[in-house]
C-alpha cells in the first residue's frame, strides 16, 4: 500500500465562478448538472434539461 500509479483524474474542478452545465440521460429521463454541483430535476426532453441548465446559469451571480 503507498503508491498509486496509472490512476487517471476523476473529476475536473471548475473555478469557483465558473458554472459548466452537462446533462446525462438516465434511463428516459435526462438530468442538467453544474460542475458546483447543482442537479436539475428529471425531463423526459431533453431540450427541457437543457433550458434548465441555461436558467441555472443565468441566474447565478458572477
Known amino acids: ?4 500509479v496509472g490512476v487517471a483524474e476523476q473529476d475536473e474542478i ?4 465558473e458554472h459548466r ?3 446525462v440521460d438516465q434511463g ?3 438530468v442538467a ?5 447543482w442537479r ?3 425531463r423526459r ?3 427541457q434539461a437543457r433550458s434548465d441548465a441555461e436558467q441555472h ?3 447565478v451571480p458572477l
Open 28 to 30: 428516459r429521463f435526462c
Open 1 to 4: 500500500m503507498g503508491n498509486v
Open 21 to 23: 452545465t452537462t446533462t
Open 14 to 17: 471548475a473555478p469557483p465562478q
Open 57 to 59: 446559469v443565468g441566474a
Open 33 to 37: 448538472r453544474c460542475t458546483c454541483g
Open 45 to 47: 426532453a431533453r431540450s
Open 40 to 42: 436539475g430535476p428529471a
